[in-house]
């Protein structure tokens, strides 16, 4: 019989990092099989086609068996995105990320509208637990409503050219001192005291920046097109709409999207603002420049929270230890397991992010640190989806440990904020770590109206059916400006400023995947509330929530942590308010 959810207990945690994880156990697929081509794969999904399905008991064995040949699937072309990622400038792993995407994918994709067919038409599906399935056959039955043949070929073309944003973007670099360093690397010399220094290197990026802007344009176009065919297809009037379906967003529409905007620009920026000009006057600057923006003031130097990855590491599990053991045992395993690539280097994409790796369980976490603080904050937050990973694992199957990106993003964002009581492992001194925390407040305040930026720019964008490059250029300017404190001075940068939407790989990408980390962040939010609140509560809200993967709906996984799926006016203008007492118990006021 196919088990019910399995949820650790809140006040018992594993403790003994062995048990942590267990490789997924193969009865469907020899123990040695390894994907090579399609035909070694082809048998085994035309069997999950043709079985005869005769009761309740056949149905779990089948999805049991569905779940197996998933996790082996995704877990090898995961290996070959990692590796691609890792090294792009290595032939043989991007071919083989092109072959997989070209060659393999797109056969698999008929075979899975067919499987989702079988399973929605089969008499006994009625009779599975709807209290754990109804968030995957929802799932199902959008997917099969949404396939189109014709579409294959387009997605696997897709993929493939999504992935040449990173190999454009991880070649860049410019040279300070006679010394080349990657725009992350150099992105540390932003923070530096020497304002002219600061200057200097800000021209550089920007300059090596616009040498790639005809190149990012044409790239952009052809996803466009690309986009547009496939959401026609499937007969949407525009791609907003068909991804919409596609993401699976149940819980809310564009224009729920639209109230988050007004209330961010209405409640947030002027948090923003104030944040600006408090280190505005800390500088002592009358007017500020983009190179400013993350500045100390003279005789203060950038926050150094560590030298090399490996420090990284240990000190992020030190971190984690403290706030609770089994987060610690998670990133220890981890490394046991050679799942951490965390430091920048020429060649390597940008970026950083979390991959699940779903048959032998331990996720790995890619990323580009340069010493920075940033770095910490983007560890923190890899570490709160690798965390995830974990607590999601011991579930039965596969698509249930799918979750939707709002809480995955939940899982990391409320990560950092909980773990700021702990950075004093970063930082000895009281004066850095009061620094780092507010860099921190700093992030999250000042990321919403981004996100909200990036969001509304991307309904424009695929709303906007056959619009040229400069009608795209001026729909920018005017939603930047929307969503700007205009306290900064941008003068003789006004180009790069007309460009700035090229620097995020999630246009590129992963389109219509960004308003998440809004609604997540504003669940952050409200989970560091809570925490300060009752910080064991919090977490244990916080494990239980993530434990259920996506067998309950987004707004009862919110309910479970402990808040709301909520981003309304009136939502948004009390977290607000709260954020606004935050600063102010910092000295920002």
Not at 418 to 434: A, G, P, Q, T, V
Request: proline share 4%; aromatic share 12%; glycine share 4%.
């Amino acid at each position: 019989m196919l088990r019910r959810c399995i949820l650790r207990p809140e006040n018992k945690i594993m403790s003994n990092k062995t048990e942590l994880i267990e490789t997924i156990k193969r009865h469907f697929l020899p123990q040695d099989f390894k994907i090579t081509t399609w035909e070694t794969l082809h048998p085994y999904f035309e069997e999950l086609k043709n079985r005869q399905l005769n009761n309740k008991q056949e149905l779990e064995a089948w999805l049991r068996d569905i779940s197996e040949l998933e996790a082996v699937v995704s877990e090898d072309a995961a290996w070959r995105q990692i590796k691609m990622t890792c090294d792009t400038t290595n032939k043989e792993y991007e071919d083989a990320f092109t072959y997989f995407c070209m060659e393999i994918e797109p056969k698999m994709k008929p075979y899975g509208f067919e499987l989702n067919k079988k399973l929605l038409a089969c008499p006994f599906t009625e009779q599975l637990d709807k209290t754990i399935f109804f968030p995957y056959l929802r799932s199902v039955d959008n997917s099969a409503k949404l396939y189109r043949d014709e579409n294959v070929p387009l997605q696997a073309e897709m993929s493939v050219l999504a992935q040449q944003y990173g190999a454009i973007s991880g070649a860049m670099s410019i040279e300070v001192d006679g010394k080349e360093y990657t725009m992350q690397q150099a992105a540390r010399f932003l923070q530096n005291p020497d304002r002219s220094l600061r200057e200097t290197v800000f021209a550089k990026m920007t300059a090596r920046r616009l040498q790639d802007k005809d190149q990012l344009n044409e790239l952009f176009n052809k996803l466009l097109d690309l986009r547009q065919r496939i959401a026609h297809n499937a007969g949407f009037e525009n791609y907003r709409d068909y991804k919409f379906r596609e993401l699976g967003r149940f819980d809310y529409t564009p224009e729920d999207c639209f109230a988050f905007h007004n209330a961010v620009r209405e409640h947030i920026l002027p948090l923003q603002a104030i944040l600006v000009k408090h280190r505005q006057k800390k500088l002592g600057l009358d007017k500020m420049r983009p190179w400013d923006s993350d500045a100390e003031p003279a005789g203060t130097q950038p926050l150094h929270p560590f030298e090399t990855g490996k420090e990284l590491s240990q000190k992020a599990m030190q971190v984690f230890n403290t706030l609770h053991p089994f987060f610690s045992q998670c990133l220890d395993t981890m490394q046991q397991m050679n799942r951490l690539d965390l430091e920048s280097r020429k060649g390597k994409a940008p970026g950083g992010y979390n991959c699940p790796l779903a048959e032998t369980s331990a996720p790995f976490i890619f990323m580009n640190a340069a010493g920075t603080m940033a770095d910490v904050i983007t560890m923190m937050h890899e570490g709160g989806h690798a965390v995830h990973s974990f607590l999601s694992n011991p579930l039965e199957l596969s698509a249930f440990k799918e979750y939707p990106m709002e809480i995955a993003e939940l899982a990391s964002m409320s990560m950092e904020l909980f773990s700021m009581d702990h950075w004093n492992i970063f930082f000895k001194d009281d004066s850095e770590l009061h620094r780092a925390k507010l860099e921190e407040l700093e992030r999250v305040i000042s990321v919403l109206p981004w996100i909200a930026t990036i969001d509304k720019y991307q309904h424009w964008l695929y709303t906007h059916i056959g619009h040229t490059i400069e009608e795209r250029e001026k729909a920018w300017q005017t939603i930047l400006g929307e969503f700007s404190t205009g306290i900064t001075d941008w003068s003789g940068f006004e180009q790069y400023r007309t460009n700035l939407w090229q620097k995020q790989l999630h246009l590129y990408e992963v389109p219509f995947y960004y308003i998440e980390y809004g609604i997540a962040q504003l669940g952050a939010i409200a989970m560091w509330r809570q925490y300060r609140h009752n910080k064991e509560q919090a977490l244990n809200n916080y494990m239980k929530a993530l434990s259920m993967g996506y067998t309950k709906t987004l707004k009862e996984l919110y309910t479970t942590a402990g808040i709301r799926f909520d981003f309304s006016p009136n939502y948004v203008a009390e977290l607000g308010k709260f954020m606004k007492e935050a600063l102010g118990e910092m000295g920002v006021k």
